[in-house]
Nanobody
């Protein structure tokens, strides 16, 4: 059974950076599509980025392109999201997920961007 645990969230000022991690187990991480999703207060779940852990193919939503970088470390079954130049609108709970709909995701980590 898949298990995903996010960490690395926190409070950061606008323009700051955070690195999220997602430790995984229970499935073949090195041959998967992995997603970062987020849910802002009062809004629905939206995708942020995804990666094919075998090929390294990545994609980003327009609003984070050039600021966020998704990566993985297959030897550690761990997914990362480096977030730079953070904005207030990036405030959300961030989840790593095995699917775009978020049906199999972790408990989330809170990211708050505020001065």
């Amino acid at each position: 059974q898949a298990h995903l645990v996010e960490s690395g969230g926190g409070l950061v000022q606008p323009g700051g950076s955070l690195r999220l991690s997602c430790a995984t187990s229970g499935f073949t991480f090195s041959n998967s599509w992995m997603y970062w999703l987020r849910q802002a207060p009062g809004k629905g779940l939206e995708w942020v980025s995804y990666i094919n852990t075998r090929t390294g193919e990545t994609s980003y939503r327009d609003s984070v392109q050039g600021r966020f970088t998704i990566s993985r470390e297959n030897a550690k079954n761990t997914l990362y999201l480096q977030m730079n130049s953070l904005k207030s609108e990036d405030t959300a709970v961030y989840y790593c997920s095995l699917n775009l709909a978020g049906a199999t995701r972790g408990q989330g980590t809170q990211v708050t961007v505020s001065s």
